[in-house]
């Protein structure tokens, strides 16, 4: 039988909610996930099939159709695929965790405009609007779950959903110093984050790749742009993140230079990066 296939950027937080559903179902290898090289041209057998669009990942199932945004990719493998739903059963539970997963989109921008800034003068609003944002999470995990560590009994799709988010936030921990705080008004938000970073099916990236490769968003270059005097994306494939030095904490000081991060091959061409979404 021929499998589903997932064309995506291995560190994508919108990749690895599937990467984590199908951990937790024990079905790896239920589907072939092909990695785009976003620092060359993209294929013009895969811009065919999405029909002219580069953002990822991006499923084509076993019977040849196209599904494009990660959500949707993410229910529909949860509805297909053998094994219990991700998703909740219960009409009024479902649309809970529907409640809760349309606060995503908000969280993730905050995040990543917090940590694109290069504006010292605001960085306390982005921290307060993040923050505003934690709170809001917080309130809505007291209103339907005061007492558990998920969203309900366990593990869940909203899980699954704000996991990849959170663990991309390591590079405000180590870029921008940000720290939750400890006190009534994080603790319920604080504990649900801390039990789906530890949850043994989200472990497809490590806090240090995430920091090594989005040094350049801390610089203010996201979506593929490069920062000023640099010839390599720190999104490159080689050399490998592994062989890397870590970058300076301090983005607001100076740019690193590609020699200084590690990203220079010896008698090798540079690469430059086209990242559409990461």
Not at 34 to 43: A, C, F, G, N, Y
Not at 149 to 168: H, I, M, N, S, Y
Request: with cysteine; aromatic share 10%.
């Amino acid at each position: 039988m021929t499998k589903h296939i997932v064309y995506h950027i291995p560190v994508c937080p919108f990749s690895q909610r599937l990467e984590i559903l199908l951990a937790l179902r024990g079905l790896q290898d239920a589907v072939e996930f092909r990695v785009v090289d976003i620092t060359k041209p993209r294929d013009p057998e895969l811009l065919r099939k999405t029909r002219g669009t580069t953002a990822l990942p991006v499923l084509e199932t076993s019977e040849g159709q196209i599904i494009k945004e990660s959500l949707v990719i993410l229910r529909y493998l949860d509805e297909v695929l053998q094994g219990p739903k991700l998703r909740r059963s219960d009409p009024g539970e479902h649309a809970v965790e529907s409640m809760l997963i349309a606060k995503e989109g908000p969280f993730t921008m905050a995040g990543y405009v917090f940590v694109m800034n290069q504006d010292q003068g605001q960085i306390a609003a982005h921290k307060e609007k993040l923050l505003a944002l934690y709170r809001d999470l917080n309130d809505f995990l007291l209103t339907h779950n005061p007492d558990g560590v998920f969203l309900f009994d366990d593990f869940g799709l909203a899980e699954a959903v704000f996991t990849p988010v959170f663990k991309r936030f390591w590079f405000l921990d180590y870029y921008e110093g940000f720290e939750l705080p400890i006190s009534d008004e994080y603790a319920r938000v604080h504990n649900w984050r801390a039990a789906c970073m530890a949850h043994e099916a989200t472990d497809q990236v490590s806090e240090e790749e995430i920091i090594k490769l989005y040094y350049d968003y801390a610089l203010g270059a996201g979506n593929g742009a490069l920062a000023e005097g640099r010839n390599v994306s720190s999104f490159t494939f080689e050399p490998h993140w592994k062989t890397r030095p870590m970058p300076p904490r301090d983005k607001y000081s100076a740019s690193a230079s590609d020699e200084e991060l590690g990203l220079v091959i010896t008698n090798a061409g540079h690469g430059q990066s086209n990242i559409n979404q990461i």
